[in-house]
């Protein structure tokens, strides 16, 4: 096994960060649900990834260590200040590491940027109703309360349509063959 | 670390399956990701960490130009910055660290592993030959067939439907399996084993002081050593140390030793179970008075009286109180894990329909 810290090798690593940092970064949104959380620990995951690059087997895919470490530093975090999404349930987050892991994988060449691409495909054959919440919640970032002033809905009814909206794109990604 | 704004974030389904929400929290990040792909605050993201990149890699003076030499004492702040988060946790701790979550990553990687669990009653000494419990897994998947008391055998896994168990009577438990896990296996509501070895690996990194120690060779193999030593604000029942050896090859766990040293360890299926104290007219004594059978200490109050159920019908109040708390008890002084090498498992034999007799398979 090859064993080099990144200071030997900083072209190797940067390449590597580079490569996978937009899926660090919905990792993160997955288990933070805040993109301001996101920056913190984006930089924190990476700097720990760089000291520790000795340690990374390279048989193994490099998203995947990467996200073993975001994930022991989300769930840090949360012991510390009491915030996580996900970090409740650990048997949730295997879960969730197995959708990032099927998609990061569906291509071996592709970047991760173009899978979530497929993910516009799914957005596209959406009914009009889930395309408009989604729209709100994501591409605008509006709060749940102006979200359903916008609507002219119960806040409940925001929730639970993005909700539902979520289950279904994740459906039409499955149906791909993009998730197990 | 700036706390997330509950009104921004919509809450995935708290009443939806696991998969469920694991699609929502995955679908969530990729929307995050794929609207922010054009943001500044997205590419200021991966510019931040070259920077520091750049200060950790090259000395200051050899970087060429006036932007760069700015860049790079913001880099140098940077990572003193971060670096100042760090200093609590020694070096060797950190490393510590980063060796078991990479062990815990190639874990969830790894094919199909068997691991064996012996226990023990006295801290030192030989294990028995046979082992008190067999965990298999693969993938998602597992198996744990635990030695209970009165020579029954609990069989519990995770097959492609989810969780289930083998119930005491007979039939297949998928509604509450969780009731049917063996009760000397928990500690303080936590199983100790949680369900696989990876998640109790995780637990090591929150719960337990960690330091590397020198490399040692076990089997003519030369393994990296990791001990844990029990936080005290750790829960009570967590053993007071741990020792790791793992494969660096691999970088799989191989062998993991838990210590419940110069305290009661956990109730478990060896050596005889102590009965209370009969009361007058033989009776069992009245319930000790509220706060009696605590300690202070670090011993936790096991169950006593007969042997816990092992399904969920079996589940019923202790004919007998607890007594309180004091040595000695019987119960686990120390448990060893090992990894075996896993035979070649029949089609389906992480589904409970391969073990409705109960017996141990094998």
Redesign the interface.
């Known amino acids: ?1 090859s064993i080099r810290s ?2 030997e090798n ?1 072209a190797e ?2 390449s590597l ?2 490569r996978h ?3 660090l ?16 620990l ?3 995951v ?3 990834a ?3 690059f000795s ?3 390279r048989m ?2 490099f998203d ?2 990467l ?3 975001a994930r ?1 530093q989300v ?3 949360a ?3 009491g ?1 996580c ?2 970090c409740t ?4 987050l ?7 892991s099927a ?1 990061s994988t569906l291509g071996s060449q592709s970047a991760f ?1 173009d899978q ?1 691409d497929r ?2 495909t799914c957005l596209g054959a959406l009914p009009q109703t889930m395309r408009e919440v ?1 729209e709100l ?3 605008r ?1 509006m ?3 102006q979200i359903a002033a916008a609507l002219s809905v119960e806040e409940e009814t ?3 349509r ?2 539902r909206t ?2 279904t ?3 039409c990604l499955r149906k791909q063959g993009a ?1 197990p | 670390m700036t706390a997330p704004n509950p009104e921004k974030q919509i809450p995935i389904d708290a009443g939806a399956t696991r998969d469920q929400q694991a699609d929502e929290l995955f679908i969530d990040g990729l929307l995050g990701a794929m609207h922010e792909r054009s943001s500044p605050e997205a590419s200021a993201r991966l510019e931040k960490f070259t920077a520091t990149l750049a200060a950790e890699s090259s000395p200051a003076p050899r970087i060429a130009g006036r932007r760069l030499q700015r860049f790079a004492g913001v880099a140098i702040v940077l990572v003193a910055t971060l670096v100042s988060g760090w200093v609590i946790v020694s070096a060797t701790a950190n490393q510590a660290r980063a060796t078991l979550l990479a062990s815990i990553q190639a874990a969830k990687n790894a094919g199909e592993r068997r691991y064996e669990v012996r226990i023990s009653s006295e801290s030192t000494g030989p294990l028995p030959v046979r082992p008190e419990a067999i965990f298999d897994s693969s993938g998602s998947q597992f198996l744990l067939r635990l030695h209970a008391p009165m020579g029954r055998t609990a069989i519990v896994g995770r097959d492609l439907n989810g969780e289930w168990a083998i119930r005491r009577e007979g039939g297949i438990e998928r509604r509450e399996p969780r009731r049917a896990w063996p009760k000397w296996a928990v500690a303080d509501d936590e199983s100790i084993f949680a369900d696989t070895v990876e998640h109790l690996m995780e637990v090591l990194t929150t719960g337990f002081e960690l330091k590397i120690l020198d490399n040692e060779l076990v089997d003519g193999r030369d393994m990296r050593r990791i001990q844990g030593t029990r936080r005290p604000d750790a829960p009570r029942g967590q053993a007071d140390r741990v020792d790791l050896w793992i494969d660096p090859d691999t970088m799989l766990l191989e062998r993991m030793e838990m210590d419940w040293t110069g305290r009661p360890g956990l109730r478990g299926p060896v050596g005889e179970q102590p009965k209370p104290p009969l009361g007058p007219q033989g009776r069992p004594p009245p319930p000790p008075p509220e706060g009696a059978g605590r300690s202070d200490g670090p011993p936790p109050s096991p169950p006593v009286g007969p042997p816990p159920g092992d399904s969920p019908e079996s589940v019923r109040p202790p004919p007998h109180p607890r007594p309180p708390v004091g040595p000695p008890k019987m119960g686990i002084r120390r448990l060893v894990i090992t990894s075996v090498a896993p035979p070649e498992w029949p089609a389906g034999w992480f589904t409970p329909e391969a073990h409705l007799d109960g017996s141990w398979g094998e």
């Open positions: 096994m990144a200071e900083p690593f940067e960060a580079r940092a937009e899926m970064s919905a990792y993160l949104r997955s288990l933070l649900g805040s993109s301001s959380q996101v920056d913190d984006f930089q924190e990476l700097v720990v760089w000291r520790r340690d990374y087997d193994r895919p995947a260590w996200r073993g470490i022991f769930l840090e975090n012991r510390k200040s915030h999404l996900a349930d650990p048997h949730t295997d879960l969730l590491d197995a959708r990032y998609f940027a979530v993910l516009l989604m919640a994501y591409a970032g709060m749940l309360k925001v929730k639970k993005v909700q979520r289950s794109l994740a459906d998730l």
